[in-house]
Structures are given as C-alpha cells and as structure tokens.
C-alpha cells in the first residue's frame, strides 16, 4: 500500500546585496572582528536596503526555487511564509508572494515561530500535503531582522543578517519506509515558560511600536543545545534511523558555538555539518533554507542523502525534519 510522501522539486536563495563586516559593525558598537569571530563564527551578514521588504525578499527566493523545479508558479496550491519580521502587521506577506507571483488560487499564509519558522512550516506543509489538502506547496522562510535590532546594544546586532530561502514542496507516494524519497518524518515544540528569554519588547498590542529583540545569551544557549539535541535523537528515532544514518545535518545558523556543542552531544562529524553562519550571521527563519541552497549548490546534497533539519528560536520553539532527498 502506498503512502502520500513530500518531495522537494527545487531550492532557492536570496541574500539582499548589501554586506556588513564585523569591522563595519566595530565602528559603530564596542566590539571587535575578533570578538565577534570568536563568540559566534560571524564573519559578515547581508543587510536589506531601506526599500527593500520581508516580501521582496521572499519573493526573489520563491521565483528561484520555482525557477529550479518542474512547476510553474500557477501549479501552487499553497504559500507557507515563516517570519518574525512581516511588511505589515496584516495582510500576511504570504498574501503579497502570492500575489507578486500571479497566483489566484489555493491559499497563502504566515507562520510565526521566529528561527523555528521553516522547520515548523516544513511540518505544516507536510501534513497538508499527506491530508490531501495540497499538490504542491511553496514553503518559504524570510527574515529582515535588522529592522528590530537595537544598534547600540552589541550583544545581539552582531548576531542577525537579512535573507530568504524557499522550497517547492510536492506530492508523491512512497511506500512508508526511511527509504522513500521525501519528508520521513517532523517534530515540533514549544515552552512558553521561556519567552521572556529571547523576545522583542514591542508589538502592535502591547505598545504600538515595532521594538528590539532583547536576548539573555547564555541561557538561550544552553536551553538550545539540549533541546536540539532532545529533537534530533527523536527525529531518528521515529524514522526508524540512526545518527550514523543521516548524511548531511543542517542546522539553524544561530551561533557556531551552539552547532559544534550539539554535533560534540551527539557525535556527529563536523564534516557533515552545513555551516554557512560565516557568511549569513543569523538570519532567523531564513537560515535553514539558506544553508540548504549553500550545499545543494555546491554539490554536497545529492539525490537519496539522508538529511536532518533542526533549529530553535524564541518562545522557546524547536523542531526537527528528516528528509531523504
């Protein structure tokens, strides 16, 4: 008997043009290229230009990913944007992709779970794909975040870049093992009793202003290692894996200390880890599909991989997909 599986068709990217260095950044904070390097793996991040919005950058992702696949953009049934820093409070800038791209059908939607965002939209669009509700499924994640850094507080500006990545999401039937082509399985959580941990100190509700990401470091990363961890070993373990199993990990790209203390947990090769965090700094629900498009570029992906997706944001949220390509 055959099962309705989720397969990816195409992958896309955008980064705005715009790049800030550490050294940039150091003449505006207390801070130092080394430093940076130092606590997080930063090296630069792209930042998107006064005129440049969530849903341009969304869009240029979306039309790559299409670009990239078989189908056109009136072959979608559904749009999942996963972003924390939307054009406007509404319409969702789901709305806006979906109108941009000329679609007039199916439904268009935004998913709010901060750096988590992809991988929760990933298990969103798997299940309306296995429900039978969609064919196919645009899943994008994107991010402006530099519209809710505070510049002067050097402990979190350093930390988050601009951009957006997508995939084309569709159906196809599988026969219900790990061997299948497709999404195998997904996993995701949240704690609000954590909220207060990493948060934005403003909003339409409670002060009628945008605000700035606040953030209590050194418990973000603790809480971010275990949980990831936690979510990995369950992942595998529902689909039936192994650790060893998996080829490639992709992590969210929050901080080059939280990936290496998670890969050490776990005993996953630093070879097989995608780091791109170098190049991107954090770029909340858009660094997952962003790393993806890095190693499918350059080859590293390949047919039939086993690849893990995890990450962790504000909320506390986190989640994991197993995908095997």
């Given amino acids: 008997m055959s099962v309705a599986r989720t397969v990816v068709m195409g992958c896309g990217a955008y980064l705005p043009e715009q790049i800030v260095t550490n050294d940039e950044l150091a003449k505006r904070v207390d801070t130092s290229n080394e430093w940076i390097i130092e606590r997080t793996g930063i090296e630069r991040r792209h930042i998107a230009r006064d005129d440049e919005m969530t849903s341009d950058l969304a869009l240029k992702a979306a039309q790559r990913a299409l670009d990239a696949s078989p189908l056109e953009a009136n072959d979608i049934d559904l749009i999942v944007l996963a972003t924390a820093t939307p054009d406007q409070t509404f319409p ?43 064919q196919n499924v645009l899943l994008i994640g994107a991010e402006t975040f530099s519209r809710i850094l505070d510049w002067e507080d050097r402990g979190t500006c350093v930390l988050f870049g601009d951009g957006a990545g997508a995939l084309v999401l569709s159906r196809a039937d599988g026969e219900g093992t790990s061997v299948d082509r497709g999404v195998l399985t997904t996993h995701i959580h949240s704690d609000g009793r954590k909220r207060d941990l990493l948060y934005v100190d403003g909003g339409p509700s409670s002060t009628q202003t945008t605000g700035y990401l606040r953030m209590i470091g050194k418990e973000v990363f603790r809480h971010a290692v275990v949980n ?98």
């Fill in 92 to 134: 969702a800038t789901a709305a806006t992709v979906q109108a941009e791209l000329g679609i007039t059908r199916g439904a268009a939607f935004d998913i709010q779970a901060v750096c988590s965002g992809f991988v929760y939209g990933m298990s969103v669009a798997d299940n309306f794909i296995r429900c039978g509700q969609a």
């Fill in 228 to 325: 990831i961890s936690s979510v990995i070993e369950e992942a595998v373990e529902a689909a039936g894996v192994t650790i060893a199993d998996i080829d490639w990990f992709v992590p969210h790209q929050a901080n080059k200390r939280i990936l290496v203390a998670t890969a050490r947990r776990l005993g996953i090769p630093e070879e097989k880890v995608i780091t791109t965090i170098q190049d991107h700094a954090n770029t909340s629900a858009a660094s997952v599909p962003l790393a993806l498009d890095r190693a499918l570029s350059d080859g590293r992906i390949q047919k039939n991989d086993l690849v893990l997706l995890e990450a962790m944001g504000g909320g506390f949220t986190w989640g994991a997909a197993l995908i095997r390509w």
